[in-house]
């Protein structure tokens, strides 16, 4: 069982900063693609920032220059710097990984599959 768990969501006034951390865990074979998703209310969950297997980094508009995401691939972790956060940053972020299980017995990859964390709240207000 693979599972994500996301930390570092809260309160936080505009123009401020937070850290988001997503650490994934359980019978990991390999990550490949991680990201950070984000949804606000009444809105389509839309992507923050991609993290791929490669190295190289993905951001839509809104965020680029603002947000930077970094992985620690021997924690089996993913992180989201925002700064110069804004009211409109107001949403559920949620973790997302493109992950290859194993087998408990002999550790030869099993399926590979896509991943969700439970999600975490971030809001900007003064």
């Known amino acids: 069982q693979v599972q994500l768990v996301e930390s570092g969501g809260g309160l936080v006034q505009p123009g401020g900063s937070l850290r988001l951390s997503c650490a994934a865990s359980?019978?990991?074979?390999?990550?490949?693609?991680m990201a950070w998703y984000r949804q606000a209310p009444g809105k389509e969950r839309e992507l923050v920032a991609r993290s791929r297997s490669s190295g190289s980094t993905i951001y839509p508009d809104s965020v680029k220059g603002r947000f930077t995401i970094s992985r620690d691939n021997a924690k089996n972790t993913v992180y989201l710097q925002m700064n110069s956060l804004k009211p409109e940053d107001t949403a559920v972020y949620y973790c997302n990984a493109d992950i290859q299980d194993k087998f408990l017995g002999s550790g030869l990859p099993r399926s590979r599959g896509d991943y969700w964390g439970q999600g975490t709240q971030v809001t900007v207000s003064s």
């Open positions: 359980g019978s990991i074979f390999s990550i490949y693609d």
